[in-house]
């Protein structure tokens, strides 16, 4: 997926024959079509029915539906602020230029991945253990869920 991402001018997204998607590698992977294409694309958290908002304001999902989120659309504060969910670090990776953080939520023991830059990782000191808050920063919400 990442090398269709970099060397083509469009890509198709197919699943079981049928065309999920077609566009630019931009505009698949900003404005996937569905579930299956956000998937496709790389990991993704899914928040079932947990965040709030104005009903059709992007990145809230009302009751019932789910939330997909990319990794580095996570964000890690150390203080509960708005939406913020309750979380333990279960671990961290030091990857160069960015750290790969594995969440673990208080309320319904659910792992959240996150990619933060490593001078945020630095800033937050994180440790295993520690107890954290996870905000979201963008999501992507569907009428139809699909599952890979």
Do not use: C, M, W
């Amino acid at each position: 997926q990442e090398e269709a991402l970099e060397v083509a001018d469009r890509i198709a997204v197919l699943a079981k024959g049928k065309i999920e998607q077609v566009g630019t590698p931009e505009e698949v992977y900003e404005h996937p079509a569905n579930a299956f294409v956000l998937q496709f694309l790389g990991t993704v958290n899914q928040f079932h029915g947990r965040q709030t908002g104005e009903p059709g304001e992007e990145g809230h999902a009302p009751a019932g539906k789910t939330s997909y989120v990319r990794p580095h659309d996570v964000e890690i504060v150390t203080g509960q602020t708005g939406d913020a969910i309750a979380a333990e670090v279960e671990h961290v990776a030091f990857a160069g230029a960015t750290v790969s953080v594995t969440l673990k939520r208080l309320d319904d023991g659910t792992l959240v991945e996150a990619q933060i830059p490593r001078p945020r990782q630095v800033e937050l000191g994180l440790q295993r253990g520690q107890k954290v808050y996870v905000a979201i920063k963008e999501a992507h919400t569907f009428d139809t869920d699909y599952s890979i």
